[in-house]
């Protein structure tokens, strides 16, 4: 089998392209989020409601700077695996 570079380059733009269209299309949910009216804790209550806003905007950049979220959003396999053994 032949490697060609030129294939593997324009994968790997693809690829950035996506992934540029995903942080651009979160970016855009959490704006709209932060605008709305309705959120997980309402914005009224000043102190408190105030709060999941900061934690969706620091969600946005802890995923822009490393581009994955947080391993606490992510499944976790070890316990279901030590329940089968």
């Given at each position: 089998?032949?490697?060609?570079?030129?294939?593997?380059?324009?994968?790997?733009?693809?690829?950035?392209?996506?992934?540029?269209?995903?942080?651009a299309v979160i970016g855009i949910l959490t704006l709209l989020y932060i605008i709305s009216p309705y959120d997980?804790?309402?914005?009224?209550?000043?102190?408190?409601?105030?709060?999941?806003?900061?934690?969706?905007?620091?969600?946005?950049?802890?995923?822009?700077?490393?581009?994955?979220?947080?391993?606490?959003?992510?499944?976790?396999?070890?316990?279901?695996?030590?329940?089968?053994?």
């Amino acid at each position: 089998m032949v490697y060609d570079a030129s294939i593997c380059g324009e994968r790997r733009a693809q690829l950035r392209d996506i992934m540029d269209f995903r942080k651009a299309v979160i970016g855009i949910l959490t704006l709209l989020y932060i605008i709305s009216p309705y959120d997980i804790i309402p914005d009224f209550i000043i102190p408190v409601g105030w709060l999941d806003d900061l934690g969706v905007i620091g969600l946005l950049i802890y995923y822009f700077k490393k581009g994955k979220l947080p391993r606490i959003f992510s499944r976790r396999k070890e316990s279901s695996e030590k329940k089968d053994a």
